[in-house]
DNA sequence: ACTCTTTTATAATTTTTTTTAAAAGTATTC
DNA sequence: GAATACTTTTAAAAAAAATTATAAAAGAGT
């Protein structure tokens, strides 16, 4: 059977009987990404099918190479059962996370490791069909370095800033020159499945799947960068709205009386808070003599960028605290609202600012408590994630892996 | 087989193929529930079991009195089919929708018609158990006065403001006497299963499955009275947020220079649109001597309630026009956050202001364009509930039968 | 009148489950 | 420390359930 059965969902002119067949084969592969070996018993509990029917179906997917005999497990008080686990050489899927001026690729076998890893800096991002080439080129040449056929391939996820319509593939803010849908022209290009998102809807699929937000059923992502990005998960869903606009968190209204944001609208979250203007901020301050760590960066001609604040902040520089948690507060009200109208169990913070770790936390923190309802707010745990820069590309991971093994 | 059958999910010590088996009945109730009456063949699309089986199993709900011989319908080009309906008569399900001063009852049958229905007027909610007595004797007096047997019916939908947990059956902010859960007290004393939600929520229910959100998987619903409620319909399922308190609307920031909010907070939308506010405000303004209709009702010594001012809107009273289009203004903008959050793909507008029809609609949609990215914005649609009034009380049959009849 | 459809009923076959039994342990008792 | 009782896991046989294939019925269109 070819690797690919999988990902062949609402086959037509095929039989009813392979269809279900086909089904059954994906709960059980879906039981043991998602919680590792068992035994045919707990499979059998797992999935609803009968044992007999469970173990002849386990013997199929030993023949196609898919599963391995991992030899007997620990007794619970009777006969030691047999484990079994996916092997993870059956199939990779690649991660693709693009960023305004990196590029990160990952290859990921089955047990979610990163087999091969790359950080492509000055990479920057422009709507041209050279970028296209070279991103195209850049996978290729790591394909062919790892010397894996392509049809071992299930997927490519693809995580891009901006406005993404997942559903038809189409990236509306950045590659519009991909004319047919960025997702199609890769995929034709590659020759391999791809599935796109936007950045903070596949860091809250990675939030979701290997960070702080398993076993959570509503939780809020934030991308706090340059800019600040937000994805949902809730009813344990990703929400993308009706056209995958949704988590525009950085243009709501904050401030009626304040800045004139690059959106043409007035006072939006990101005019007050972001990581660009952080280091805006603390330029402008520097340029005035503004005693701060940071002023020796200047003087060492080192850019100021926001990695260099947040090591500055995490050493301890006053004036850049300070500034974070000005810019803390008016997060703190931006979440607040978040929160009064979709009750969520956890908020993780994720993006370069998630580095700041307790200098962001404590002073969302203070301002949630000023600004919310303590009965709704209080069921809220604020957090930092713990993929911080990975959880992109474990997000892509994880949506390529939702995408092929969900039941619908 | 006893009409509860239904209702029994989770059946515990029962062999897996009767479990089946409810499912499968359950899946062809449910068909015939949502789409009305159907061939065999169309249900077998429908349902995806086979046909023989799916004849088999409607001749058992047909023995058991569940379902109709419609007798033969149309031809499409072959031999004209048998069509089956529910026996409209063989549940019935009641709504309770609780208001502040108000109390709606009504007893749906399976094809949602009311066929008992009743608006009791003063009926003021408070917080005492003599309340919870008189709401249980309204319900059984509405039984013994219809003459339909108990184990009729199939559960008690209720809908209520203020802070609900449907899962757990509990209303925080009204009712509070009831110790063990009110859903649960309810339930006990009526014996009859009971369903519990949130105003808002309920609506939206109702709107989606009898009005304008029928089909739409992303939808919005107001509830415009004397506060605002909102109701979120988010990957075609209710959200209702960790605890159920999603929704809080009327609780987020709109303006930081604002007024104080009776929740402690300043600047609350919920402070600057109301219908509480808007009435204060008009009642204000006629002790002023402000010329408008609404000055005849203080002469004639009628109360000027937010019903008067609607009712003056329609009759094209100016100055009530003018200050409801300053609350939409405002109403607007807190719209917008919603809109950029969650991307929508219909907004509805309920409640006792949805009368008023375009004089909201109107203003509103200013607002939007003014406030609004407008390429997320431009892909929603803003519109009044056509079920008015009744879309809490609709909403309580739809929430009853989405329980009953959900595939889980 | 004939062919072509669609719907329904029945028979045959396949699939799946339940039942039963065997295998391989653990815990306990004497 | 062996024998026994009790578990859990797996395998095989028997029974049940569900589907596919086939045929018949009932009508539409030409």
Redesign the interface.
């Known amino acids: 059977m070819r690797p690919q059965f999988l990902y062949e969902k609402n086959l037509q002119g095929v039989a009813?009987s392979v269809k279900r067949k086909q089904e059954q084969y994906r709960k059980i592969v879906r039981h043991l990404y998602y919680n590792g070996a068992a035994s045919i018993a707990e499979i059998v509990k797992a999935v609803?099918i009968s044992q007999p029917l469970v173990a002849s179906l386990v013997d199929d997917l030993m023949s196609y190479g898919m599963l391995l005999d991992k030899g007997v497990g620990e007794s619970i008080g009777g006969r030691r059962p047999n484990l079994f686990c996916l092997n993870s050489e059956y199939q990779y899927v690649i991660g693709v996370d693009i960023n305004l001026h990196t590029l990160n690729l990952a290859v990921f076998d089955l047990s979610n490791k990163q087999i091969f890893r790359e950080e492509i800096k000055y990479f920057d991002l422009e709507n041209s069909e050279d970028y296209l080439n070279s991103l195209v080129d850049k996978i290729e040449s790591m394909i062919s370095q790892l010397g894996i056929s392509r049809e071992k391939f299930l997927a490519v996820g693809i995580s891009i800033p901006g406005?993404v319509d997942a559903k038809q593939g189409l990236s509306?803010t950045h590659l519009s020159v991909a004319e047919n849908g960025l997702a199609r022209v890769l995929g034709d290009r590659l020759g391999i499945n791809v599935l796109l998102d936007n950045d903070a809807r596949t860091m809250a699929l990675g939030e979701k799947a290997f960070g702080k937000a398993i076993d959570k059923?509503?939780v809020l992502c934030l991308n706090l960068s340059n800019g600040i990005g937000?994805g949902m998960i809730?009813?344990g869903?990703l929400?993308?709205?009706?056209?995958?606009?949704?988590?525009?968190?950085g243009?709501?209204?904050?401030?009626?009386?304040g800045k004139l944001c690059y959106?043409?609208?007035i006072g939006c979250l990101e005019t007050l808070t972001s990581g660009k203007i952080l280091v805006k901020n603390i330029r402008e301050a520097v340029d005035k003599g503004q005693p701060t760590l940071l002023a020796n960066y200047k003087k060492e001609n080192k850019k100021i960028d926001l990695r260099a604040v947040v090591e500055a902040i995490l050493q301890g520089d006053q004036f850049a605290i300070d500034q974070l948690n000005q810019m803390c507060e008016y997060l703190g009200?931006g979440l607040?609202?978040?929160i009064?109208?979709?009750?969520?169990?956890m908020v993780i913070i994720g993006g370069k600012i998630a580095h700041a770790g307790k200098f962001v936390i404590d002073p969302v923190t203070m301002s949630m408590n000023k600004?919310a309802?303590s009965?709704?707010s209080s069921?809220?745990e604020l957090v930092c994630s713990d993929l911080l820069d990975d959880s992109a590309l474990m997000g892509t991971m994880a949506n390529v892996m939702r995408s092929v093994l969900s039941l619908d």
């Open positions: 009813n609803k406005l509306h059923e509503n937000l809730l009813n869903e929400h993308s709205g009706k056209n995958g606009f949704a988590g525009e968190f243009h709501i209204l904050i401030d009626p009386e959106c043409g609208k009200k607040v609202t978040l009064h109208l979709l009750n969520p169990e600004y309802m009965r709704i069921e809220t």
